[in-house]
């Protein structure tokens, strides 16, 4: 609809079907002269315009859009507008108008006569988007500090409790300890006095008496119209806005996480504000949980190296003692008894070993470097008691990442664990034991040509002190599972093509 309209039946019965739409609607002609705007269109425009312009009860229609309204001709409404005229194009776009305070969807649709406008208020949109764009950035933030492994605990707690605070838009957060009938603050973002770090009272006089006793979240949005005046809480801390969720630690209460303000926040909390706090109570929860259990893994990690130590020197002296003594004796006097004397103080130094490699080492791997598998079980054969056996590598070389002391190790216990079983039903000049590339997958193997390890005792051999004979210690195969684990390898027992033991790693890092 363009220029005034003329009054005839058709007419009238669009400025009906106009003035029922939501929509804001007005026409202007070639000069700029506001022609027609339905009920909602002069609402709009009657706001915008200046009290000089035209009164609360006058009409708009004959008013010049760009002179009624102060400042128009700085507005995106007036060079788009300019812009449909002058292309005889549409245009449709969004803009805020500061005065009103309103964003607008417009389009407007130009013709030789003048422009029809359409304004659809899409304000609540819009501050829906940006609320969700806040979350977004919020939980973007929250999972940089998460995922920081530079800062502490309290580092952590303290920069998530900042991001809470400005997401919601409150000044206090705080994290409590419930203990013996008190309230009592871990952590603090805040700048209420009685919320800070340290401050303590008694858990009547809090609101998160309430907190700990929910499932859900307890939000309140104006508590002296909400039931709270006159309760000790909220005559301590005098605080009218308040969300906050129960803090549980392996299952038992632990405290709260909270926000708040000593101001009505006015309108309840949003389904995505609700989910951002439940997401920062279930953190610190598990942040939590995960620093209680490296507590316990640190006073356990002390008990072992109290243990190693032990074992060092309160058995490996006497051991030590005890094989000089043997070796003197040899030189002196020849029994029968000597040989068994000898294999088993060299049980025990091999016990002794494993025990203290267990203990202050289990599977930890430390940097990886290029190590040639060929060359390093070479080397670590030279070093096994290999009682005649032999070693055959499939290859010339294989190179793999690994932490070349820990792959050592771990071919050691292999080699003896294949010379001490492997001696029954092996060929008379002793075992033979292979390393080679495994043929479909990024792997290796060792095997041997022993009697083998039954099919129903194969999920067994890696357990700790499993053994299948008297002279076994039950460590070294439990040895070789922790440090695949600590390379993130998967290690299965298998049948060699002898019928002997073999061993499989997969998920090696193949250079």
């Not at 630690?249 to 309108?267: N, Q, S, Y």
């Not at 995960?290 to 006497?318: G, I, K, T, Y």
Request: one cysteine or more; proline letters at 3%; aromatic letters at 8%.
């Amino acid at each position: 609809m363009s220029g005034y309209p003329r009054e005839s039946a058709s007419d009238q019965d669009l400025k009906d079907v106009l003035d029922r739409m939501s929509d804001g609607f007005f026409a202007l002609d070639a000069d700029w002269t506001i022609t027609y705007a339905n009920e909602q269109g002069r609402r709009i425009l009657r706001s915008a315009m200046s009290d000089d312009a035209v009164g609360p009860t006058e009409s708009v229609e004959g008013c010049d859009l760009w002179n009624s309204i102060p400042e128009s001709e700085e507005t995106e409404f007036y060079d788009e507008y300019h812009r449909a005229m002058g292309t005889q194009e549409s245009v449709s776009f969004d803009s805020y108008y500061e005065p009103l305070d309103t964003w607008f969807e417009a389009r407007a649709f130009p013709s030789e006569e003048g422009l029809s406008v359409y304004l659809r208020d899409i304000t609540e949109r819009r501050e829906l988007e940006q609320r969700q764009a806040e979350g977004l950035r919020a939980i973007q933030r929250l999972y940089a500090v998460s995922s920081d492994h530079d800062r502490t605990f309290e580092q952590k707690v303290e920069e998530i409790l900042a991001i809470g605070c400005e997401y919601l838009d409150v000044p206090n957060g705080f994290v409590t300890r419930i203990e013996d009938g008190a309230q009592h603050v871990e952590a603090s973002h805040a700048d209420h006095p009685l919320l800070q770090s340290g401050e303590t009272c008694p858990l009547d006089d809090a609101y998160c008496r309430r907190t700990v006793d929910r499932e859900q979240l307890l939000t309140i949005v104006d508590a002296s119209n909400e039931g709270w005046a006159g309760d000790s809480a909220y005559e301590t801390f005098e605080l009218e806005t308040y969300i906050g969720g129960r803090v549980d630690v392996d299952g038992d209460r632990f405290g709260t996480l909270c926000f708040a303000a000593t101001t009505p926040r006015g309108e309840p909390f949003t389904d995505n504000e609700e989910t951002f706090v439940e997401l920062l109570t279930r953190w610190v929860s598990y942040e939590l949980e995960r620093r209680r259990a490296a507590d316990r893994l640190e006073r356990e990690r002390d008990r072992l190296d109290e243990f190693a130590s032990v074992v060092s020197h309160d058995l490996r002296n006497p051991l030590t003692t005890a094989q000089g003594r043997m070796d003197l004796l040899t030189d002196d006097c020849d029994s029968d008894h000597v040989e068994p004397i000898q294999r088993a103080l060299s049980r025990m130094e091999t016990l002794v070993q494993n025990i203290l490699t267990l203990s202050r080492e289990g599977g930890g791997v430390d940097e990886t470097t290029r190590v040639d598998l060929a060359a390093l079980a070479e080397d670590a054969w030279a070093t096994t008691d290999a009682r005649d056996g032999t070693l055959r590598t499939a290859v010339d070389t294989f190179e793999l990442r690994a932490d070349e002391l820990r792959l050592r190790q771990l071919l050691e216990n292999l080699f003896r664990n294949s010379v001490e079983h492997g001696t029954v039903g092996a060929a008379s000049d002793g075992v033979e034991v292979t390393v080679g590339p495994l043929a479909e997958d990024d792997g290796f193997y060792v095997a041997d040509d022993g009697p083998g390890i039954p099919e129903t005792e194969r999920e067994k051999v890696f357990e700790n002190g499993y053994t299948t004979t008297t002279d076994g210690t039950g460590f070294g195969l439990d040895i070789v599972s922790k440090i695949a684990d600590g390379h993130s390898w998967a290690v299965r027992t298998t049948e060699s093509e002898d019928g002997g033991a073999r061993f499989e790693f997969t998920g090696i890092d193949r250079l």
